[in-house]
């Protein structure tokens, strides 16, 4: 199985939401006062992580996640491409990513303005 760091961030992100959500539950199973305690970590670190997955989950992670993808040949990126997906598709140390031949100077002009 190959787990993403979005998909990390996110599975992290549930386990903190659940301990928050469950805060009935944990009072009976550790107390009152170490509930408080975790609740406030829990709430606190959801914040602060769903804020980085949404940082670093762009456009650019999305795209070079699908290319380190087991079974993927080669993306090819046409004129329509934004500057993000121009950039990673002229890159030359990215591989199995380029631009169609017949979009290829469009390509690099978009990726210029990255």
């Known amino acids: 199985m190959n ?8 599975i992290a992100v549930l386990f903190l939401t659940i301990l928050t959500g469950g ?9 009152t ?7 406030s970590f829990s709430t606190l670190a959801t914040g ?7 940082i670093l ?8 996640d699908v290319l380190a993808m087991p079974g993927i040949q080669k993306v090819e ?9 121009a950039a990673i598709a002229v890159d030359p140390t990215v591989n199995k990513i380029a631009p169609t031949q017949a979009a290829q100077v469009q390509v690099e002009t978009i990726a210029k303005g990255a």
Do not use: C, E
């Not at 805060?23 to 107390?31: E, K, M, N, R």
């Not at 006062?33 to 609740?39: A, E, F, H, Q, R």
């Open 3 to 10: 787990i993403t760091r979005t998909q990390w961030f996110a």
């Open 23 to 31: 805060s009935a539950q944990l009072t009976d199973l550790i107390g």
């Open 33 to 39: 006062y170490p509930t408080k305690l975790v609740i």
């Open 48 to 54: 602060f992580l769903a804020g980085v997955q949404i």
């Open 57 to 64: 989950g762009g456009q650019g992670t999305q795209v070079k």
């Open 77 to 85: 990126v046409n004129a329509q491409a934004n500057p993000t997906l």
